[in-house]
């Protein structure tokens, strides 16, 4: 007999069967070409996994809105980010007219610590710095006022503070948890200052 799709009570002919051996349908769903992927999964659980990952981005997105909110909160009521993550220089040319680094304090950038946690970061190698390559390790971050992430010590080609946005190595439920960590610094900072979390 000829197995038909079971994918959404579609009944077109099989092509295969589920490979995932957590498939709803024991022994894995028959699904369709339209109702699957080639030696692959079912759309019930094409479905599962693409719930899954929206819900995972949605958590991050709103741990991300929240910290940016706290870090506008704590701006707004004058607290401003108490450590230097990175410590700016300019070149100028000096009297002999010899090119020299200065150091370049308004452009230095200034977060919340908000712990250490493995990282990724790319740095620019060469000269005229025109590579870029991936590093990788535990890093203290800061949230600066924007609510944006850092990491200590990173640096663009142009000297100003690289802000990163590299969390791509990190998966899954790891990826929610690390944002909620940075939630739960941030609201200390906040109630640490006699402020009220935003909700
Ligand atoms: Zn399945
Ligand atoms: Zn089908």
């Keep these: 007999m000829v197995a038909t799709c079971q994918v959404d009570n579609c009944g077109v002919v099989a092509i295969a069967r589920c490979s995932n051996p957590g498939c709803q349908v024991p022994g894995g769903a028959a699904f369709c070409l339209s109702h699957g992927t080639i030696g692959g999964h079912c759309g019930l659980c094409l479905r599962v996994t693409k719930e899954r990952i929206d819900d995972i981005a949605a958590r991050c997105a709103n741990a991300r809105n929240r910290i940016r909110v706290m870090a506008e909160l704590l701006t707004s009521e004058g607290f401003s980010p108490p450590n230097r993550y990175f410590r700016a220089t300019a070149t100028k040319t000096n009297w002999r007219g010899k090119v020299i680094e200065v150091d370049d304090p308004a452009a230095d950038g200034y977060g919340w610590p908000v712990g250490i946690h493995e990282w990724v970061w790319s740095v620019e190698v060469g000269w005229p710095h025109n590579n870029r390559q991936e590093r990788r390790g535990r890093r203290q971050l800061f949230v600066n006022n924007n609510g944006e992430i850092i990491a200590h010590g990173n640096r663009s080609a142009s000297g100003r503070p ?36 935003p909700s």
């Design 162 to 197: 690289a802000v990163s946005s590299q969390y791509a190595f990190m998966q899954g439920p790891e990826i929610v948890e690390f944002w909620d960590g940075i939630v739960e610094r941030m609201a200390d900072i906040v109630r640490s200052h006699g402020l009220t979390v």
